[in-house]
């Protein structure tokens, strides 16, 4: 069993920037791919960065492409989302996920979610 907890989110103006947390439970944390998908409100929830378990493979989604930079940090059990030049059509609530490596888990359906942390960009 995992738990993610994110942690970092806020109201910010556009142009600003955050750096989003997920502190993971438990000493298995390098099995697991792990991802930042984001919901806003009316609209369905998206991918928009993914880390492999070893940190040397990362996915962004275009529209966060040149501005988001996903991390991790296996010696404590942490990914991050540093987010610059924040944009209002950003705001959303911002989940971390875990999908542990070989085992055929896709990020259509991760193992593993956390609670979500609110990204407010006002205009």
């Known amino acids: 069993q995992v738990q993610l907890v994110e942690s970092g989110g806020g109201l910010v103006q556009a142009g600003g920037s955050l750096r989003l947390s997920c502190a993971a439970s438990?000493?298995?944390?390098?099995?697991?791919?792990m991802g930042w998908f984001r919901q806003a409100p009316g609209k369905e929830r998206e991918r928009v960065a993914a880390?492999?378990?070893?940190?040397?493979?990362?996915y962004y989604a275009d529209s966060v492409k040149g501005r988001f930079t996903i991390s991790r940090d296996n010696a404590k059990n942490t990914v991050y989302l540093q987010m610059n030049s924040l944009k209002p059509e950003d705001t959303a609530v911002y989940y971390c996920?875990?999908?542990?490596?070989?085992?055929?888990?896709?990020?259509?359906?991760?193992?593993?979610w956390g609670q979500g942390t609110q990204v407010t960009v006002s205009s």
């Open positions: 438990g000493r298995t944390f390098n099995n697991y791919n």
């Open positions: 996920a875990a999908c542990k490596k070989g085992s055929g888990c896709s990020w259509s359906q991760p193992d593993y």
């Open positions: 880390v492999s378990w070893s940190g040397g493979g990362t």
